[in-house]
C-alpha cells in the first residue's frame, strides 16, 4: 500500500448421570462451556499502521466488532533483519500491541514490504537468508498467518527479487506448513499485468505454495465506477490464477482476494465509497474470495487529514469488513 494509503467449538458433554444404588437419578451435569472459534487473520483484516491517524486497535475492535488486522509493515532495518517500519524490534511496542489484540479474541497478520521503505526482499541476498527473516517473525508472535505486500520497482517489478521472494515462500512453507501466505500485488482494471502474471507463473513453476493471492483495486485512473473496477480486477486475477494452476473458478475465487482503499485514493478523483465498498463485499461474498480487506482502518473516519477523505461514518469500512465471512 502507499502511505497514505482471521481451535474449533468444543462439543458440549451432555448425559444423563448413572442412577444410584438405591435408584435415585442425580442430576445430569451442565453442559461444558462452548469455545469461541480462532479468528482467521487472513480472511477479513482491515490494514492498521503506527505511524498516523487512528492507530488503536481496541477502538475499533469496541466500535465494529472486527477481531483481525493486518499491521504494516515489517521492513529491513538496513540488513536482512525485520522491524516494525525499520526501526522498531519485534519485543517492543508492537508486541505489546499484538497480545493487546489476542487478549480481546483476536489475531494479526504481519504484512511485509508496502510501497515504500527498505524492504527484506531487496536487502536479503538470498531466498534462504530472506526466509530466515520471515522465520524470526514467525517465531516470535507464533503467527499463523503473513501477508507479503510485493510492490514498486524494488521488489515487484525486478525478476531476481520476485523469485527470490517466491522461493522464500517455498522454505517458510516446509518449515511451517500451518501457517498461510498471502501475496499482495497491484492490479490493472484487467487484472494483474505483465509483473503479476510474471510472479504467479512463477509461483508455479518454482512451487511456492501461496494460499491467498490478493490484487489492490485502486490507483487506476481519474474516477469511474469502482466498485465495477473492483470486480473485473479481481476476476482478472482469478483467470490467471485458472489458467496458471488448472483451477476450476470456485477453487480459484478462493485463492483470490482484495484489499480496497477506503475514500480517496492515492490518484486525484479516484474514490471509494461507502455503497461502493458494500458492492464489493457482496461481490467478495457471492464468490467466497479466501480476502476481503482495505487501506486502511487509521484513515476510517470522515474528512480530511489523515482520514478518507470522504464524509463517511467512523469505522464505516472496519464494520463492513467486520461483517465478511467468505
Known sequence: MKSVRRLAALAAAAGAALATAAGVATAAPASAPQLAAAPDPVLASPYLYQ??????????????????????????????????????????????????????????????????????????????????????????????????????????????????????????????????????????????????KRLIKQAKAIGAPVDVWSVMPFDFSSGGDMAGKTKSAVDGLVSQLKSTFGWDSATAYRHAGLSSMNGKTDNAGEVVSVPDFTAIRDYAASHHLGRFTFWAANRDCSGGGECSGISQPKYAFTKIVAGYHG
Open 51 to 196: 505511524w498516523a491517524g487512528q492507530t488503536s486497535a481496541s477502538a475499533a475492535m469496541s466500535a465494529t466488532g472486527i477481531k483481525t488486522f493486518t499491521l504494516a509493515f515489517m521492513l529491513s532495518d538496513g540488513s536482512c533483519n525485520p522491524k516494525w517500519d525499520g526501526d522498531r524490534s519485534l519485543t517492543g511496542s508492537d508486541k505489546t500491541l499484538i497480545k493487546s489484540i489476542r487478549d480481546a479474541g483476536g489475531d494479526v497478520i504481519p504484512s511485509f514490504g508496502g510501497w515504500s521503505g527498505t524492504k527484506l526482499g531487496a536487502k536479503c541476498s538470498s531466498a534462504t537468508a530472506l526466509a530466515g527473516a520471515y522465520q524470526k517473525v514467525i517465531d516470535a508472535y507464533g503467527l499463523k498467518a503473513i501477508d507479503l505486500d510485493i510492490e514498486n520497482t524494488d521488489e515487484f517489478e525486478n525478476a531476481t527479487v520476485q523469485d527470490r521472494i517466491l522461493n522464500a515462500v517455498k522454505i517458510t512453507k516446509q518449515k511451517n506448513p500451518g501457517v498461510r501466505v498471502v501475496i499482495t500485488i497491484g492490479t490493472e482494471t484487467s487484472g494483474p499485468n505483465d509483473w503479476g
